[in-house]
């Protein structure tokens, strides 16, 4: 399979806004929210234009993957920068064939030329420890509140960073979004049905869970 990666261009935009709608509707909650996410995200300042890819095969736009920067807070309140990618985004019919694993490397591969140190994600392990991401537990880095997130996952770009202290992880406030601002967007898309699938139930048990 064929597939090139480039940094998403303005021209891409819609497209990318359409095919994170179709990556995340009905999968997390009875529609999703990613898709204005993203159209948020790329006028934020912690955006990283540099890690914004796009894939494509055949001339079509089948993935992205996007990042913002982050920072993680020590016990001596000491803050060292990260980055977080997501959303992640595969065209559903796209899927399972490498693409998302392509787009996760070749941005690992970018952001260690850039010199970041590290990316923190909230995501299944299941689609990550495959990465080498790790439980951010075995790195000592909580969330805000010193609890210890399931999904929330660690790769150090450089060897032994996180060594040595106490963490706790500060995403970008970008993640904060205001759920009637999306129904007002989603407005400019093709009606797509709002629906109960599992795959939502999963996601609840696993976002409500946490490391002892
Ligand atoms: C998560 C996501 C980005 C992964 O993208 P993807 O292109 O399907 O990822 P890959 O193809 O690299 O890997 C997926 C699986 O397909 C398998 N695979 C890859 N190439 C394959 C091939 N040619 N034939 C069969 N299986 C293949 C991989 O081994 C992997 O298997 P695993 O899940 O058992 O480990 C995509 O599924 C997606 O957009 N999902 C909806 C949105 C989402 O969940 N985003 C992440 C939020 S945490």
Redo the contacts with the bound molecule.
Sequence with gaps: ?DISIRNEQEKDYRKVEEL?RE??WN??VKGCD?HYLVYKMRSHPDFIANLDFVAILEGKIV?N?MYTKSCIVDESNNKMDTITF???????E???????????QHSIKVARKYDFKAII????P???C?HCFKSSKDYKISDSEGKYPY?LLALELKKGIFQGHIWKYCPSDVFNINHDDVEEYDKQFTHKKKEYRYSQEEFSIASRTYID
């Design positions: 399979m994170t990556a995340f999968l997390h990613e993935g993957i997501g959303p992640i985004s595969v065209l559903p796209y899927q399972k064939r490498g693409i998302g694993s392509a787009l996760i994600i909230h995501g299944h299941h689609n990550y495959k999904s």
